[in-house]
């Protein structure tokens, strides 16, 4: 069964440092989503992504994130200057955009990050 | 801005007994969805309602969305310990983001 995964599993960096975080989608699928649970809270929408630009994104996502789809597979998310507060497990998601059915969005198994 | 509130926080169960847990939210939902989440395993989709009153089953598990799509209940039947982890409703309020619960943690003992 096809299925959306993510690597690496746990990061670690420094404060201030850049990191990758990267998602490989189903590959049918057309949007493609982050979203971030800081450890004890809710799972939080980052942004959405669709023909290769974002569709919408969250008062969380600011400069310091970005997203791509650097080639037909993969997408990733940056964090430019990491920050304490952004440790959190990231999960990417994707779905088949087929507008009015159940539009199901499928998760990876998530990234956990930890910045010191 | 949409809010989603999830009861109980918590919840410990005997093996093989029933549950219930709930999602409600601040405005008419269009779209709710359950998701059940393990470490490790990112979020499984579970079911996804969208009219009011439906009422969906896979399993032992069934969810029902009330006639004002403003709550919705998850219910277990005969639990099993295959059923323990943080179960989350989502809601979208357009097409592209989900909103989240605070998640329900189920633990079943033995």
């Known amino acids: 069964e096809p299925e959306v995964t993510q690597t690496p599993s746990h990061q670690v960096t420094q404060m201030g440092q850049e990191v990758i975080l990267r998602c490989v989608p189903i590959s049918n699928h057309l949007y493609f989503y982050w979203y971030r649970q800081i450890l004890g809270q809710k799972v939080e929408f980052l942004v959405s992504?669709?023909?290769?630009?974002?569709?919408?994104k969250s008062e969380i996502f600011d400069d310091q994130f970005s997203v791509e789809r650097p080639d037909g597979s993969n997408f990733t998310l940056k964090i430019r200057s990491t920050k304490l507060e952004d440790s959190a497990m990231y999960f990417c998601?994707?779905?088949?955009?087929?507008?009015?059915?159940?539009?199901?969005?499928?998760f990876g198994p998530g990234t956990r990050l930890t910045v010191l | 801005s949409q809010e989603l509130e999830q009861s109980p926080q918590s919840l410990i169960v005997q093996e093989g007994k029933n549950l219930t847990i709930n999602c409600t939210s601040s405005?008419?939902?269009?779209?709710l969805y359950w998701y059940k989440q393990k470490y490790g395993e990112g979020l499984i989709f579970l079911m996804m309602?969208?009219?009011g009153g439906e009422e969906k089953s896979h399993e032992k598990i069934t969810a029902k969305l009330d006639e004002k799509k403003q709550q919705s209940s998850l219910h277990i039947t005969a639990s099993q310990p295959s059923h323990a982890g943080i179960y989350l409703c989502g809601a979208d309020p357009s097409n592209y983001q989900l909103i989240w619960g605070a998640g329900t943690k189920l633990i079943i003992k033995p």
């Open positions: 405005k008419t939902l269009y779209g």
């Open positions: 309602l969208q009219k």
């Open positions: 998601a994707s779905d088949e955009g087929a507008y009015g059915n159940d539009n199901e969005q499928f």
């Open positions: 992504f669709y023909n290769n630009e974002i569709s919408e």
